[in-house]
């Protein structure tokens, strides 16, 4: 829930730049300008409209998350001896899977929320106006492409902290209490800021879907990820695939940093109780 509170207003201008009400019309502005325009327009306010939404899901899907993962590491062989990085990666991937059916219903609302002029006053009335018009099919309409941009996401990012923090720390090391704070936060913000790099593409295709029918004309008429992608190539440029790159590395970097430092910390504190 910290993560993304704090980070929230980089996420709205994220989905704003990737959610255009017209083919090609935000594609050169900068960050720092569409912030400007948000808060100019709107007040800082505008920069946290639908944050409800993201701190009620983000906090029990989360939990699943790191449950899961800590179980599957374990399971895949990731805690034995002779470090085994697939096993990290793969164990990301299967809380993945979890976390996101938890998380991709309140992610649309979130989403349904940040974009200019939203119709909605508050996530419930999103929420009650979502189902009744496009039923809970609307709600996990992205729920698969989620699941293809979270799963190398999840991947990349799991084995760039866990061997960021095997380099930082020092080869051999066995004792997880000598990676610190510092250690954690580093190789949490080289993860998150990489691995939001290399999806952009996906979240991009993931937003659309989301807003589909709410700020644009446009209709893509499948879920599939591919069509979409030419969907978007053909009508805007291969420069619309990456609108929002920015902010997403400006949301992730941190915003893993403070996940991964908040959790270590946490697990550590909560297993010196026991």
């Known amino acids: 829930m910290g993560e993304h509170i704090a980070m929230f207003p980089v996420d709205t201008i994220k989905t704003r730049m990737q959610a255009l009400s017209h083919p090609g019309q935000q594609l050169h502005v900068s960050l720092r300008q569409a912030m400007r325009a948000v808060v100019k327009r709107e007040g800082v306010r505008g920069l946290y409209r639908g ?3 993201m701190a009620m899901g983000a906090g029990p899907a989360h939990a699943i998350y790191f449950a899961t993962y800590e179980k599957a590491k374990d399971l895949y062989g990731g805690n034995r001896q002779g470090y085994q990085l697939s096993a990290t990666a793969a164990a990301g991937a299967t809380a993945t899977v979890v976390n996101d059916a938890c998380m991709t219903p309140w992610d649309v609302i979130k989403q349904r929320m940040q974009i200019t002029h939203s119709p909605f006053k508050n996530i419930m009335e999103c929420a009650r106006t979502t189902w009744r018009n496009e039923g809970v099919a609307a709600f996990y309409r992205s729920y698969w492409t989620t699941l293809l941009m979270n ?3 999840t991947a990349i990012q799991f084995m760039l902290y866990e061997s960021t923090k095997k380099y930082l720390v020092g080869h051999g090391t066995e004792d997880e209490q000598e990676e610190g704070l510092k250690v954690q936060l580093i190789a949490g913000g080289i993860a998150g800021g990489a691995a939001a790099a290399a999806t952009t593409p996906l979240d991009v295709v993931k937003t659309r879907l989301q ?6 004309a446009t209709r893509y008429r499948t879920m599939s990820v ?3 992608i030419r ?11 990456w609108s929002g790159m920015k902010p997403r590395i400006l949301f992730n970097a941190p915003a893993m940093a403070i996940c991964w430092g908040v959790y270590e910390t946490c697990k550590s504190l ?5």
Not at 211 to 216: D, R, V, Y
Not at 270 to 274: H, I, K, N, Q, Y
Request: proline share 6%; aromatic share 4%.
């Open 151 to 153: 799963v190398p996401f």
């Open 211 to 216: 807003l589909e029918g709410l700020e644009s």
């Open 270 to 274: 909560l297993a010196g109780d026991e």
């Open 51 to 53: 944050v409800t939404a």
């Open 226 to 228: 591919l069509p979409v």
């Open 231 to 241: 969907q978007i190539v053909r009508e805007e440029g291969q420069a619309a695939l």
